[in-house]
């Protein structure tokens, strides 16, 4: 059974950060292509950033780029999210994903449609 669980979220002033972690077991960890998405209240759940099995390739929302890092430990089954410069905006349920083994690269499919698994979230709230 595939289990996601994130960590690290909380309350942050406008312009701090903050290191996601997502703790993942029961998958081949370093063959599935690994992301984050995230959900405001009201919102449908977004794209933030995803990352290559292989490591090569990262993707991120326009939103987020130069200011998100995405990134995994494959000998740790980990994956993170280094959060700069958060802004009100950034506000939401944070959540890890997984695609299936050598899935479809987020390049070419970033919809949360297509993810099979899931974390359960964890929230980040940024203060003004």
């Known amino acids: 059974q595939v289990q996601l669980v994130e960590s690290g979220g909380g309350l942050v002033q406008a312009g701090g950060s903050l290191r996601l972690s997502c703790a993942a077991s029961?998958?081949?960890?370093?063959?599935?292509?690994m992301g984050w998405f995230r959900q405001a209240p009201g919102k449908e759940r977004e794209f933030v950033g995803g990352i290559s099995w292989s490591m090569s390739s990262t993707y991120y929302s326009d939103s987020v780029k130069g200011r998100f890092t995405i990134s995994r430990d494959n000998a740790k089954n980990t994956l993170y999210l280094q959060m700069n410069t958060l802004k009100p905006e950034d506000t939401a349920v944070y959540y890890c994903?997984?695609?299936?083994?050598?899935?479809?690269?987020?390049?070419?499919?970033?919809?949360?449609?297509?993810?099979?698994?899931w974390g359960q979230g964890t929230q980040v709230t940024v203060s003004s």
């Open positions: 029961g998958l081949a960890f370093s063959s599935n292509p």
């Open positions: 994903a997984a695609k299936r083994r050598y899935g479809t690269s987020w390049g070419v499919q970033k919809s949360a449609e297509f993810v099979p698994y």
